[in-house]
DNA sequence: TATAAGCTTTAAGTTAACTTTAAGGTCAAG
DNA sequence: CTTGACCTTAAAGTTAACTTAAAGCTTATA
C-alpha cells in the first residue's frame, strides 16, 4: 500500500503522515524500489491509535510516553499521563461550565434590555459587561 | 498613570498592553512629553473587559464585533456573537464529556490487567487502545 | 506519447495570543 | 554621576499540529 492509499484508509492527508513520520510518532517506512512509501496493516493501526489518542486530547508529544515501545511497558507512567489528561479534562470542563452560566446570563441580561426598548450605546454595554466581570 | 502601573492595576504584562494598542483593542494611548505612553481609569476599565470577554472564550479579534462602538450597538450582531459563542461552548462540552467518559473506560480497563498480573506489552496496550476506538 | 495523478524532498507558511530581543532613551535615588 | 528601574521601537521568536509551496521524478491511462 502506497501512501495515498493508506491516507483514504485512515483519512488522513498524506501529508499528515509524513509528518507523522517525521515526528517520530510512525516508524520510518520501508520503501519502494522508486523510493515510494511502502506500508502495510500495521501502519493502519498505528494511524488509527494515533487518531484515537488525539481524539482523547493527549498532545502529539504524549503519545510516545502513551505507547512505549520495548521490553515492559511502564505501567505507572502510562497511568499518570491518563491521569494528568483527565485532570486536564475536569479542569477544562469547570472551565467551560463557568463560562456557560456568564454566557447564559450575559445574553438574558442583554435581551432583556433590548426588549425594555434600551437603544444600547457602546457606553452602556461596557457597563453591562463590566458588572458581570465584578459579578464573577 | 504609565504602563507600568497599568499593567500592575489589571494583572497584566506591559507587553501585553502595548499588543492590544497595536491590534487596536486600545485606542492609541496619549503620550508624555518624552513619548511615554500615559493612561487614565478608563484604561483600566477598557482592559479589564477585554479580560472578561476573553475568560468567556472570545477571540481577540470578535472583540471589536461585540463592543462595536459608535452610533447605536448592533443588537443582532451582538446577539449572534453570544449565541456563537454558546454554540461552542456546547459543543466542547460535548467533546470533553466524551472524551472524558472514555478516558474513565481507559484508566478502569487498564487498571484491571494491570492488577491481573498482566505485564502489559506495547502490543498488548496497543490492542486495547484499538478496542476503544471502535467502540467509539 | 502526452497528460494527469501520485509520489519525493526540504523549507517555509499558518493561527492565536503573546513574549522576547535588541538597541537605546529617561528618571529617581544615593 | 552612576546605577538600576522603567520606558521606547520594530522585529523576530514561541507553541501545536499541520499545511503549502517549489521543483522534480514515476506511473497509469487514453
Known amino acids: 500500500?502506497?501512501?495515498?492509499?493508506?491516507?483514504?484508509?485512515?483519512?488522513?492527508?498524506?501529508?499528515?503522515?509524513?509528518?507523522?513520520?517525521?515526528?517520530?510518532?510512525?516508524?520510518?517506512?520501508?520503501?519502494?524500489?522508486?523510493?515510494?512509501?511502502k506500508y502495510t496493516a500495521e501502519a493502519v493501526e498505528r494511524l488509527k491509535m494515533i487518531k484515537f489518542a488525539t481524539s482523547l486530547g493527549f498532545a502529539l508529544d504524549d503519545l510516545p510516553g502513551l505507547f512505549a515501545s520495548g521490553e515492559g511497558l511502564d505501567h505507572e507512567q502510562v497511568m499518570a499521563h491518563l491521569q494528568d489528561r483527565t485532570a486536564e479534562i475536569n479542569h477544562l470542563l469547570n472551565t467551560l461550565t463557568r463560562q456557560k452560566t456568564q454566557m447564559e446570563y450575559l445574553t438574558q441580561r442583554l435581551g432583556e434590555l433590548w426588549r425594555a426598548g434600551h437603544c444600547m450605546s457602546a457606553c452602556e454595554l461596557d457597563g453591562l459587561l463590566s458588572e458581570l466581570s465584578t459579578t464573577k
Chains 1, 2 share one sequence.
Do not use: C, H, W
Request: proline content about 5%; glycine content about 10%; charged content about 25%.
Open 1 to 37: 500500500m502506497r501512501i495515498g492509499q493508506l491516507a483514504e484508509t485512515v483519512g488522513l492527508p498524506t501529508s499528515t503522515i509524513r509528518f507523522y513520520e517525521q515526528k517520530g510518532l510512525m516508524p520510518a517506512a520501508d520503501r519502494t524500489a522508486k523510493g515510494y512509501r
